[in-house]
Nanobody, 114 residues
């Protein structure tokens, strides 16, 4: 069983930065793709960024150039550094870990005020 715990969300003004963290526990995490989805009110959940065990990354066009995903396999932790935040980045951000199954964190709220 895999458990994921997010932290680092909060309220920030437009143009500001936040760093989200997701700490995982459970076997086989270092084999997994890890990353972040987000869901804004009334919208579908969308992929923000993902990173493989070998550190290959993938970003949504909406955050490309403003966000950096990284991971520490020794700590089973994935990070999302978000800069130049916009009000449209406001959402609940969910960490995920995927190999044979997909596991989710509980979500952390990010609110960007204009």
């Amino acid at each position: 069983q895999v458990q994921l715990v997010e932290s680092g969300g909060g309220l920030v003004q437009a143009g500001g930065s936040l760093r989200l963290s997701c700490a995982g526990s459970g076997s086989g995490l270092s084999l997994n793709v890890m990353g972040w989805y987000r869901q804004a009110p009334g919208k579908q959940r969308e992929l923000v960024a993902s990173i493989t065990r070998g550190f290959a990354t993938n970003y949504a066009d909406s955050v490309k150039g403003r966000s950096t995903i990284s991971r520490d396999n020794a700590k089973n932790t994935v990070y999302l550094q978000m800069n130049s935040l916009k009000p449209e980045d406001t959402a609940v951000y969910y960490c995920f870990s995927r190999y044979a199954n997909t596991y989710w964190g509980q979500g952390t709220q990010v609110t960007v005020s204009s």
